[in-house]
């Protein structure tokens, strides 16, 4: 499995919450993609980094997937327009 984890900053929280609640949608509709997890957090300890997803993978195969899905570019796209963020990527 291969865990896709998106740490999120924005000064349009609401955008970005609109944006971000889509993603457990792809579930079923990307080949690979098992899981979605969506949250903000809870620390304080963030630098500003205060939302998120973790998507997985079966495998890299099943990022590849996500890679070129349509689905992919235009949220991507949409987020960057609104945030920045940093994207982590490991095996399980």
Do not use: N
């Not at 889509?22 to 949250?39: D, K, N």
């Not at 957090?41 to 899905?69: I, S």
Request: charged share 25%; aromatic share 8%; proline share 7%.
């Amino acid at each position: 499995m291969l865990r896709h984890i998106v740490l999120i900053k924005t000064d349009c929280p609401h955008e970005v919450d609109r944006l971000v609640a889509a993603v457990p949608g792809f579930i079923g509709r990307v080949p690979g993609l098992l899981q979605v997890e969506v949250g903000r957090d809870r620390t304080g300890l963030t630098r500003g980094y205060d939302r998120g997803f973790v998507m997985t993978f079966d495998g890299p195969d099943g990022l590849a997937a996500w890679d070129v899905h349509p689905d992919h570019d235009p949220i991507r796209s949409a987020l960057m327009a609104v945030s920045e963020m940093i994207v982590f990527d490991y095996e399980v």
